[in-house]
């Protein structure tokens, strides 16, 4: 297994989740970023961390209230998400480049994680 997501859950309108995308040997500590998928959507940029953490963008709809973050020893991207809204209700997948840094496309990134749920009630 080249990534594996978890944190998912069920959470309340305003409350929050931290997500956490744990890498194996050889996607680990790669730009690596996160994207949500709803039925009937296609798969949706969420933010992005370069290798060395120094480089980040997030998708508009989550500026201000989701953060990504890694830590390298451990091989584990974060994406923290606060004040979450009934339309952040996705299944949220973690993926991989084979390079230092990644941007807002699908095609960008080479290794996908399995997904986790996050379900947030109004």
């Known amino acids: 297994v080249q990534l594996q997501a978890s944190g998912g859950g069920l959470v309340q309108t305003g409350g929050s989740l931290r997500l956490s995308c744990e890498a194996g040997r050889t996607s680990r500590n790669n730009g690596t970023g996160w994207f949500r998928h709803t039925p009937g959507k296609e798969h949706e940029f969420v933010a992005t961390?370069?290798?060395?953490?120094?480089?980040?963008s997030y998708a508009e709809s989550v500026k201000g209230r989701f953060t990504i973050s890694r830590d390298r020893a451990k091989n584990t991207v974060y994406l923290q998400m606060n004040s979450l809204k009934v339309e952040d209700t996705a299944v949220y997948y973690c993926a991989a480049s084979r390079g230092a840094r990644a941007g807002c496309q699908v095609g960008q990134y080479n290794y996908w994680g399995q997904g986790t749920l996050v379900t947030v009630s109004s």
């Open positions: 961390i370069s290798r060395n953490g120094g480089f980040t």
